[in-house]
């Protein structure tokens, strides 16, 4: 009977996993100058939105005081107030005609009434269906 013999003696092979913890830092890139960041809340930045506000609310303000010099009977050949007829009567005209025009000197302008009703209806349309800035 032969021993066999084994000349390559079986070592023992331990082998140690290393787990290094990885954290990952989050790149920062300085922003463009034509970018804006984040809000600053006083230093806001007027958006179209905000421009297309303030002119409703600029021709809205117009169109009542076309309403009220017309209720008081201004003279319409004072440069001013013809001033004030011209620039308000592109914004009337597509609702002149829709009622009869009381004569008179205290005139209701039925039609800047009905301008400035359309002027609010527009701008409630869209101010519900913007959406909520927080």
Do not use: C
């Amino acid at each position: 009977m032969t021993t066999q013999r084994d000349d390559h003696p079986t070592e023992r092979v331990e082998r140690v996993e290393r787990y290094e913890q990885v954290r990952e830092v989050p790149v920062t890139t300085t922003p463009a100058a034509n970018v804006s960041v984040g809000s600053t809340g006083a230093t806001s930045i007027w958006t179209a939105t905000n421009v297309v506000t303030l002119i409703f609310t600029v021709l809205e303000v117009l169109l009542l005081l076309r309403i009220v010099f017309k209720l008081t009977g201004a003279n319409s050949n004072q440069p001013l107030i013809r001033a004030l007829y011209g620039a308000t009567e592109p914004l009337v005209r597509p609702f002149q005609g829709i009622f009869p025009e009381l004569q008179g000197p205290p005139v209701l302008d039925i039609a800047a009434l009905l301008s400035i009703v359309f002027l609010f209806l527009v701008a409630l349309v869209r101010a519900i269906t913007n959406p909520k800035r927080v």
